[in-house]
């Protein structure tokens, strides 16, 4: 039973910078390949993602395209960066353009969404890291995903600290326990929800 990832950075550093978010995110994808599931990602900010709660925004708008990426995968991972202890902007984007699932109902009361796990991971120099994860959490929930037992994985440094986690030499224990945890609890669960989808209401 072939699963597929499809991951998010939110970073608000356009391509080619190096991320922090993007390095939490290339583990989350290679532990959850270890449990044979096929991933991809983008990096959102190089891509025109307009603003609006709608499936198409109009000309020109990436949301499209992104979305069927989203729809053809099993597994969302959502990578963030903490700024003044809130998600980046960029994944509120994310949230706001995801709302427009909920006009997608079907004649049975699911959305399009339901059986798809989500997930999420966060770096800063500051705390909020729970507070993040809470507020994507149940935007996720909201819009129809299903969430892994245990919490995101993260990483926050020294508050305004000038190490980064793209910098630390080795991943800490307990980040790189999380991340395994994390990616092992959403393969489980996706291939659960995949071999018996949720019941009509």
Not at 27 to 37: K, T, W
Not at 93 to 114: N, S
Not at 118 to 123: D, E, L, N, Y
Request: neutral net charge; glycine residues 8%.
């Amino acid at each position: 039973m072939a699963l597929k990832a499809y991951g998010l950075n939110c970073t608000l550093k356009a391509g080619p910078k190096t991320s922090s978010t993007q390095k939490l995110l290339d583990q989350l994808l290679a532990s959850l390949e270890h449990h044979g599931v096929k991933c991809s990602y983008d990096r959102v900010v190089d891509h025109d993602i307009k603003p609006g709660v709608s499936n198409d925004e109009g000309k020109g708008d990436a949301w499209p395209a992104m979305l069927k990426k989203i729809m053809d995968a099993d597994i969302l991972v959502i990578a963030t960066p903490i700024w003044m202890g809130q998600p980046s902007s960029v994944s509120k984007r994310v949230m706001e353009r995801l709302d427009a699932v909920l006009d997608d109902i079907d004649d049975q009361g699911r959305y399009p969404t339901f059986g798809k796990v989500g997930i999420v991971g966060v770096v800063g120099n500051e705390d909020g890291a729970h507070h993040v994860t809470a507020e994507i959490y149940q935007a996720l929930a909201d819009v129809g995903f299903t969430l892994p037992g245990g919490s995101s994985t993260y990483w926050v440094g020294e508050a305004m600290g000038s190490k980064d986690y793209k910098d630390l030499k080795s991943t800490p224990k307990k980040v790189a326990e999380a991340t395994k945890t994390l990616a092992s609890n959403a393969a489980h669960l996706a291939k659960l929800l995949k071999k018996s989808p949720y019941p009509a209401p």
